[in-house]
């Protein structure tokens, strides 16, 4: 208690005693009167009734001092000398020191706001849904071959949680005009000792870096050419991986994967049909890291994906083999405000590809190995914790058509408005040598994000 | 694809055996000033490692590969919690691959959790901002809330390593003590702060201006995470030419020519602040801090 509570108390116990004496049925002076001893007989027991409230507040405050901590003890009052002819009052009885029992004071309490804590700890049984994201991403493009369009690209629900204490499960669900796909839907072991995790269902596969990236979450506003052609777009995979990381000073992190194939886009082979177990598509991948300053890192990785001949449905070998290397400049002091990206991708796919068409004159299919190569190299800055000015390259060949060459340079202006909130301008200038083809491309990229958001390790 | 597994089996092969020597208790902070009180109340026991190293904005700790080296050798990792870390923690366990460590893991030690915590949202909105959500987290800055932070990091290195209870306990009380006898300094020294209105970058002083009776008059940005827009700039250089507002602080991850603007705009001292042990060469433990930061605003407070 606060020890001007004290100065309130003794204030409400005198004004109660003076209202009570104003109150009081003095006798009146027409029906009675009075006498002298009569009159010191009421005094005596007015002073007598005094000193009792006198006491009674001493004894209070002295309770106050003693609950309030850190108050310096109150010297005691000099005694009051008694009027005369009225014996002095007896001195008050100390009040004993008073001990406090912290453990019993804490329990009182706890046991006050009990009902509270019980209030707000109650379960739902929506407490253990998961959480819940949703991302709006929507384009305005013109080109001089396609003209204008409002495109919405997507809108995708992300949800994750943890599954049990041996696994978490997260799923991607998107909504676009051609319909609504489970992007993702996959299942990541977190108990596993040694560095590994096993993850399965349908995910995207650990080949390269920008393959894995959702379209909302590139730095760009589209995926770069040689992704779409011989990936297939986003690196989409049902099956299994299996990562480690390997028990080194230095970062190497290995991922081995079996899929039916790779890639959302990748018609060469269907989900759908069953094979054989040695007709799947395998993936390894290797990616390790180096600081060269407090600031700057690189980043390295080699993937190859194999695919043997799928025999029900007519294809022969395939191998992509994609070299990543992505540096990072973060000065540690101003992360937020400066730096910047500049990540770079090289694929080659070597693949048996189905020749000239067959005709009744020469009814077998004749197939050829093909080797085409494609590759992207972009640098972002960060100017400050909103504009991200960056320039794209791409080139990329055409594995049908190895003569046939396509390059894009694509600059571009990202402005933050929050760290949920994207507004992209881009300019790409498209050239193909054979057939000769040209094409000035505008895009406005608005993209948001509402809900749960997850900063992930593979988007830093 | 042959030559990948080649390789994986040579590094297999090159990992380095385990020794079997008496080991450590290997300990990650995310940042400088947890792992000064671990030192402390661990002492020879633990080798201690820390995410940041001071200079940075601890809702923007770049993600480095090395950082999910260092967790997956975790016994422990000890946080300031709050979800003051969010930008880069959650992601680098994940990538650790440690079951140890796992949010709500024994090997998780939120240091937040002996802590009254101040601006809890009323209701969560990011149109609130969205970096403190459960409160502002930036607990360091108070020295006796960093005393429950000790006792936090006390209580949790017990509970991992309970044949090493008693000498975390003991060693985490001397340093309690040695903290209580820096605070009484503290508030003499912090006398002439006493009522002075105070604008920082970022709100992350609330705690120290109540511990030492200053008073938050408001942030250059806007809210937490989200950058001034000119509107709001203007409006608080207003209402700091009304209020008399005498000091701005610039937490020195943040930009100096916003900060700069406002100070001269008003005719406010600007102050350049550590926001964790290491910002400056001179904060090199957790008292030396609180002893900067003190000194600084004195300084700027007395006209020195």
């Given at each position: 208690?606060?020890?001007?509570a004290?100065?309130w108390?003794r204030?409400?116990?005198?004004?109660a005693?003076?209202i009570l004496l104003?109150a009081?049925?003095?006798?009146?002076?027409?029906?009675?009167a009075p006498?002298d001893?009569?009159l010191?007989?009421?005094?005596?027991?007015?002073?007598e009734?005094?000193r009792?409230?006198?006491?009674?507040?001493?004894q209070?405050?002295?309770?106050?001092?003693?609950?309030?901590?850190?108050?310096?003890?109150?010297?005691?009052?000099?005694?009051?000398p008694g009027?005369?002819?009225?014996a002095?009052?007896p001195r008050p009885?100390?009040?004993?020191?008073?001990?406090v029992?912290?453990e019993?004071?804490?329990?009182?309490i706890?046991?006050?706001?009990?009902?509270?804590?019980?209030?707000?700890?109650?379960?739902?049984?929506?407490?253990f849904?998961?959480?819940?994201g949703f991302?709006?991403?929507?384009?305005?493009?013109h080109s001089?071959?396609?003209k204008s369009n409002f495109?919405?690209?997507?809108?995708?629900?992300g949800?994750?949680?943890?599954?049990?204490?041996?696994?978490?499960?997260?799923?991607?669900?998107?909504?676009?005009?051609?319909?609504?796909?489970?992007e993702?839907?996959?299942i990541?072991?977190?108990?596993?000792?040694?560095?590994f995790t096993?993850?399965?269902?349908?995910f995207?596969?650990e080949?390269g870096?920008?393959?894995?990236?959702?379209?909302h979450?590139l730095?760009?506003?589209?995926?770069p050419?040689?992704?779409d052609r011989?990936i297939g777009?986003?690196s989409q995979?049902?099956?299994?991986?299996v990562?480690?990381?390997?028990?080194t000073?230095?970062?190497l992190a290995?991922t081995v994967?079996?899929y039916?194939?790779i890639g959302?886009?990748n018609?060469?082979v269907d989900?759908?049909i069953?094979?054989?177990?040695?007709?799947?598509t395998?993936?390894?991948?290797?990616?390790t890291?180096?600081?060269?300053?407090?600031?700057?890192?690189?980043?390295?990785?080699?993937s190859?994906a194999?695919?043997p001949?799928?025999r029900?449905v007519?294809?022969?070998p395939?191998?992509?083999f994609g070299?990543?290397?992505t540096?990072r400049y973060a000065?540690?002091?101003?992360?937020?405000?400066?730096?910047f990206?500049?990540g770079?991708?090289f694929?080659v796919?070597?693949?048996?590809?189905p020749?000239?068409?067959?005709?009744?004159?020469?009814?077998?299919q004749?197939f050829?190995?093909?080797d085409?190569?494609?590759?992207?190299?972009?640098?972002e800055?960060r100017?400050?914790?909103r504009?991200?000015p960056?320039?794209?390259?791409?080139?990329?060949?055409?594995i049908d058509?190895?003569a046939?060459?396509?390059?894009?340079?694509?600059?571009?202006f990202t402005?933050?408005?929050?760290?949920?909130?994207?507004?992209?301008?881009?300019?790409?200038r498209?050239?193909?040598?054979s057939?000769?083809q040209?094409?000035?491309q505008?895009?406005?990229q608005?993209t948001i994000i509402?809900g749960?958001?997850?900063?992930s390790?593979r988007?830093? | 694809m042959?030559?990948l597994l080649?390789?994986?089996?040579?590094?297999?092969?090159?990992?380095?055996?385990?020794a079997?020597a008496?080991?450590?208790i290997?300990?990650v902070?995310?940042?400088?000033?947890l792992a000064?009180?671990?030192?402390k109340v661990?002492g020879?026991?633990?080798?201690?490692?820390?995410?940041?190293t001071?200079?940075?904005?601890i809702h923007?700790?770049?993600?480095?590969p090395?950082f999910a080296v260092?967790?997956?050798?975790?016994?422990v990792?000890?946080?300031m919690?709050?979800?003051?870390e969010?930008?880069?923690?959650?992601?680098l366990?994940?990538a650790?691959?440690n079951?140890?460590?796992?949010?709500?893991?024994?090997?998780y030690?939120?240091?937040?959790?002996?802590?009254?915590?101040?601006?809890?949202?009323?209701?969560?909105?990011?149109?609130?901002?969205d970096q403190?959500?459960?409160?502002n987290?930036?607990?360091?800055?108070?020295p006796v809330?960093?005393k429950s932070?000790?006792?936090?990091?006390?209580d949790?290195?017990?509970?991992?390593?309970p044949?090493?209870a008693?000498?975390f306990q003991?060693?985490?009380?001397?340093?309690?003590?040695?903290?209580?006898?820096?605070i009484?300094?503290?508030?003499q020294?912090?006398?002439?702060?006493?009522?002075?209105?105070l604008?920082?970058?970022?709100?992350?002083?609330?705690y120290?201006v109540?511990?030492?009776g200053?008073?938050a008059?408001g942030?250059?940005?806007m809210?937490?995470g989200?950058d001034p827009t000119?509107?709001?700039?203007?409006?608080l250089i207003?209402r700091?030419r009304?209020?008399?507002?005498e000091?701005?602080?610039?937490?020195?991850?943040?930009p100096?020519?916003?900060?700069?603007t406002?100070?001269?705009?008003t005719?406010?001292k600007?102050?350049?602040?550590?926001?964790?042990v290491?910002g400056?060469?001179?904060a090199?433990?957790?008292?030396?801090?609180?002893d900067y930061?003190?000194?600084?605003?004195?300084?700027?407070?007395?006209?020195g």
């Amino acid at each position: 208690m606060h020890p001007s509570a004290a100065v309130w108390i003794r204030r409400i116990i005198a004004s109660a005693l003076g209202i009570l004496l104003a109150a009081a049925p003095f006798p009146a002076p027409a029906q009675q009167a009075p006498g002298d001893a009569q009159l010191r007989q009421e005094l005596d027991a007015v002073k007598e009734q005094l000193r009792r409230v006198e006491q009674q507040m001493r004894q209070q405050e002295e309770l106050i001092r003693r609950l309030s901590p850190g108050t310096p003890p109150v010297a005691a009052p000099p005694a009051t000398p008694g009027a005369p002819g009225v014996a002095a009052p007896p001195r008050p009885a100390p009040v004993p020191p008073m001990t406090v029992d912290v453990e019993e004071l804490r329990r009182m309490i706890l046991a006050d706001i009990q009902p509270q804590l019980t209030a707000a700890n109650k379960t739902f049984a929506s407490q253990f849904n998961p959480a819940i994201g949703f991302i709006v991403d929507t384009v305005f493009s013109h080109s001089r071959e396609n003209k204008s369009n409002f495109e919405f690209r997507s809108g995708e629900i992300g949800i994750s949680a943890s599954v049990d204490p041996f696994a978490r499960a997260y799923a991607i669900i998107n909504g676009t005009p051609d319909g609504v796909e489970v992007e993702e839907a996959a299942i990541v072991t977190t108990a596993l000792p040694w560095g590994f995790t096993v993850k399965g269902g349908r995910f995207f596969a650990e080949f390269g870096r920008l393959s894995t990236f959702h379209d909302h979450d590139l730095p760009f506003v589209n995926r770069p050419l040689v992704l779409d052609r011989f990936i297939g777009g986003e690196s989409q995979a049902d099956g299994v991986e299996v990562n480690w990381l390997a028990p080194t000073p230095q970062y190497l992190a290995f991922t081995v994967g079996a899929y039916n194939k790779i890639g959302a886009a990748n018609d060469r082979v269907d989900n759908r049909i069953p094979r054989d177990i040695s007709e799947f598509t395998f993936l390894g991948r290797l990616h390790t890291a180096f600081s060269l300053t407090d600031s700057l890192g690189i980043d390295v990785g080699l993937s190859d994906a194999y695919t043997p001949e799928v025999r029900n449905v007519g294809l022969k070998p395939r191998n992509v083999f994609g070299a990543d290397f992505t540096v990072r400049y973060a000065p540690l002091s101003q992360a937020a405000y400066r730096g910047f990206v500049w990540g770079s991708e090289f694929l080659v796919n070597h693949e048996t590809r189905p020749g000239i068409t067959p005709t009744e004159d020469s009814p077998d299919q004749i197939f050829r190995v093909r080797d085409a190569f494609g590759g992207y190299s972009y640098f972002e800055a960060r100017l400050t914790r909103r504009y991200y000015p960056g320039v794209l390259f791409e080139y990329v060949q055409d594995i049908d058509r190895p003569a046939s060459r396509t390059w894009a340079l694509s600059p571009y202006f990202t402005i933050w408005a929050s760290e949920f909130q994207r507004l992209r301008l881009q300019y790409t200038r498209l050239e193909t040598n054979s057939p000769k083809q040209t094409d000035d491309q505008f895009f406005l990229q608005w993209t948001i994000i509402m809900g749960s958001h997850a900063h992930s390790f593979r988007d830093r | 694809m042959r030559r990948l597994l080649l390789v994986l089996l040579a590094i297999v092969a090159l990992l380095p055996a385990d020794a079997g020597a008496a080991k450590k208790i290997q300990v990650v902070t995310t940042i400088p000033d947890l792992a000064d009180m671990t030192r402390k109340v661990a002492g020879d026991l633990a080798d201690v490692s820390s995410i940041a190293t001071g200079v940075e904005d601890i809702h923007a700790v770049p993600m480095k590969p090395k950082f999910a080296v260092l967790l997956n050798r975790a016994d422990v990792v000890i946080l300031m919690g709050l979800e003051a870390e969010h930008a880069f923690l959650p992601a680098l366990l994940d990538a650790s691959r440690n079951p140890k460590i796992r949010r709500d893991a024994p090997g998780y030690i939120d240091t937040s959790v002996y802590v009254p915590v101040l601006e809890v949202p009323s209701r969560l909105d990011r149109s609130l901002g969205d970096q403190h959500p459960m409160g502002n987290p930036h607990i360091n800055l108070d020295p006796v809330r960093g005393k429950s932070m000790v006792r936090a990091i006390a209580d949790g290195l017990a509970r991992n390593f309970p044949e090493h209870a008693s000498t975390f306990q003991k060693n985490a009380a001397a340093y309690t003590k040695e903290l209580d006898a820096a605070i009484a300094r503290w508030q003499q020294e912090a006398a002439p702060l006493k009522g002075k209105k105070l604008v920082s970058y970022h709100p992350d002083l609330i705690y120290f201006v109540e511990r030492f009776g200053l008073e938050a008059f408001g942030t250059i940005e806007m809210r937490p995470g989200i950058d001034p827009t000119p509107s709001h700039v203007a409006d608080l250089i207003e209402r700091m030419r009304q209020a008399k507002v005498e000091i701005v602080v610039r937490e020195r991850h943040y930009p100096a020519g916003l900060a700069e603007t406002v100070a001269k705009a008003t005719g406010a001292k600007l102050v350049e602040l550590p926001a964790m042990v290491g910002g400056v060469p001179e904060a090199d433990n957790y008292i030396a801090f609180i002893d900067y930061n003190i000194r600084a605003l004195v300084k700027a407070a007395t006209g020195g």
